[in-house]
């Protein structure tokens, strides 16, 4: 691994701490090194706050060593105003004389020009430094803005064999799959995605809150489908602790300060439209978690970038059945006495 690479490495590391409160922008960090001591670092941290790129160079204690460091980014620095300066006007201002560059942003407002501005400004740029890397932390923001719709991640639990909502024969209730640190590990990943989505029967038969409770960070917004606008005003999903979006072909509703209704037709094209009215929400991630008529549409129509399977050791004989996914992990990994397995669906 050159120096190159290493510090990049670090960029992405800064970066990660960004998870769950950047949205709708992405994930960055940048690092700055002067005679092969880093002088300062940042990582962006809230939208409307300061870029990574200003946080590193601020935390620069004497500027004018700036003149002759490198300063590290893994995403293409920005050109354009927006709630805060083109960070690359920053860098041309203290006169940093090297660029190293992680990836180059496909948005479109930047897309380029901000390697532009800083080659004819004189900086050398390197680019594509642990290119794949970069890409993958900010698979969300580039899914998002290449093809107009969230990052979808599938997630549910099963029994050892294939329910999806178990039964015990006697009781004929429900019984848990997931274990408590299965249950922590969703919540932290809920923290992580924007929204979380589920359909009428999962809100109806388990009344759950859809939130984040068991991990610290951000609650995701709840979309709800329910078609004939049939869930009670006094379930969780419609109080006020996070937003609340339902889709539904009923037109006889009434929006409240944190439940807004979507009509939309309950076609082929529902999963579709779905996704294209979060794309307008500036929604860029979603998690889909059930039930199993709710993923089987996301997965028949193939719009998912990722799942998530927790798989308990205990069988349950019957219940509801698990969706149809034929599809090989990418990872497993064993918590306690439930199997966590992981898919993608990109290259």
């Known amino acids: ?18 998870l769950g409160t950047t949205y709708p922008n992405p994930l960055v960090g940048s690092v700055i090194v002067h005679n092969g001591k880093i002088i300062g670092e940042g990582w962006h941290k809230k939208a409307g706050e ?34 805060t300066p083109p960070c690359a006007n920053l860098i041309i201002e203290h006169k940093i004389p090297k660029v190293v560059i992680g990836c180059i942003d496909s948005f479109s407002e930047v897309a380029g020009k901000g390697i532009e501005k800083l080659t004819n400004a004189g900086c050398k740029v390197i680019l594509n430094v642990l290119e794949k890397e970069c890409l993958e932390i900010n698979k969300r923001f580039f899914t998002f803005h290449n093809k107009k719709r969230p990052y979808i991640i599938l997630k549910w639990a099963e029994t050892a064999d294939g329910f999806i909502a178990p039964l015990v024969n006697e009781s004929k209730t429900s ?23 589920v359909g009428t029967n999962t809100v109806l038969k388990d009344n759950p809150n859809l939130d984040a409770r068991d991990w610290f960070g951000n609650h995701p917004t ?62 860029q991630s979603v998690i889909i978690e059930g039930g199993t008529f709710t993923l089987q549409q996301f997965i028949d129509s193939n719009l998912w970038d990722e799942a998530k399977i927790f798989i308990s050791e205990n069988n349950s004989i019957e219940g509801v059945k698990k969706p149809d996914f034929n599809f090989k992990p990418i990872q497993e990994v064993k918590i ?11 290259d």
């Open 50 to 83: 300061p870029h990574a790129e200003v946080n590193a160079i601020n935390a620069v204690k004497n500027k004018d060593l700036l003149s002759e460091s490198t300063i590290y980014v893994n995403l293409e620095p920005c050109s354009h105003f927006g709630k």
């Open 1 to 18: 691994m050159d120096k190159h690479e290493i510090y990049m490495k670090r960029c992405l590391q800064l970066a990660k701490n960004g």
């Open 175 to 197: 019984i848990a799959i997931s274990n408590p640190y299965s249950r922590q590990l969703v919540h932290k990943y809920r923290t992580e995605e924007q929204a979380i989505l």
């Open 336 to 346: 306690k006495n439930n199997q966590l397995k992981i898919y993608t669906n990109y």
């Open 222 to 283: 709840r979309i709800i489908i329910d078609k004939t606008n049939k869930i009670p005003a006094d379930y969780n999903v419609k109080n006020k602790k996070n937003p609340t979006i339902i889709f539904t072909e009923e037109e006889n509703y009434v929006n409240s300060e944190n439940c807004i209704y979507e009509f939309s037709i309950f076609d082929t094209l529902l999963i579709s439209n779905i996704l294209t009215s979060l794309y307008d929400k500036n929604i």
